[in-house]
Structure formats: C-alpha cells, structure tokens
C-alpha cells in the first residue's frame, strides 16, 4: 500500500506533495527533521491523503499533483476530493 499526500503550512502558505508507504512517519519527518525543503516551513498539516495499490500508481498520482503547480489549482483538486469522500455533504 502506498499513499500520496498533500501538506499545508498554514503560516507560509505553503503546500508539499509526496507519496510514501508510511504516511504517519512521514508526515512527523516532515514537522521534525531540519533537512530539505519542508525544514523551512514546520508545521505541516495533512489536507489530503489517497491510498494506491503500489509505488507506480502512487508516483503517477503525485506526479499529476505536482503539475498543477498553481494554489488555486490544488486547493480545488482538494475541495473536490473532500466533497467526493463525504457523500457530497
């Protein structure tokens, strides 16, 4: 099983996507550890999370993420994807 995911820092306005088979060791590297990008910009919240069968879907997902570059882009990939999981209430 692998997860792909999207972060928020809140304070930076600030959004990190990745993929990973632990998603809750790697969100608390991410809010701990003072190496690489996400260093910068502690603490990170989980807006989104989607699980895939393997690393090759997962990858493919976050890769698509990663193309929309634009805030506003993600941030309704995210509304949409909430609206679609809570039964559209």
């Not at 996507?17 to 701990?32: A, D, F, Q, V």
């Not at 879907?57 to 805030?71: F, G, I, V």
Request: charged letters at 30%; zero cysteines.
């Amino acid at each position: 099983m692998y997860i792909t995911y999207i972060l928020h820092s809140e304070g930076n306005d600030k959004y990190y996507i990745g993929s990973t088979n632990n998603l809750e060791r790697r969100l608390k590297e991410h809010n701990e550890k003072d190496i690489g990008y996400t260093s910068k910009y502690h603490p990170w919240e989980l807006l989104y999370s989607e699980t895939f069968p393997n690393r090759v879907q997962a990858m493919k997902s976050e890769k698509y993420l990663k193309s929309l570059k634009d805030k506003a882009l993600i941030k309704k990939y995210i509304a949409g994807w909430r609206s679609s999981t809570s039964g559209g209430s």
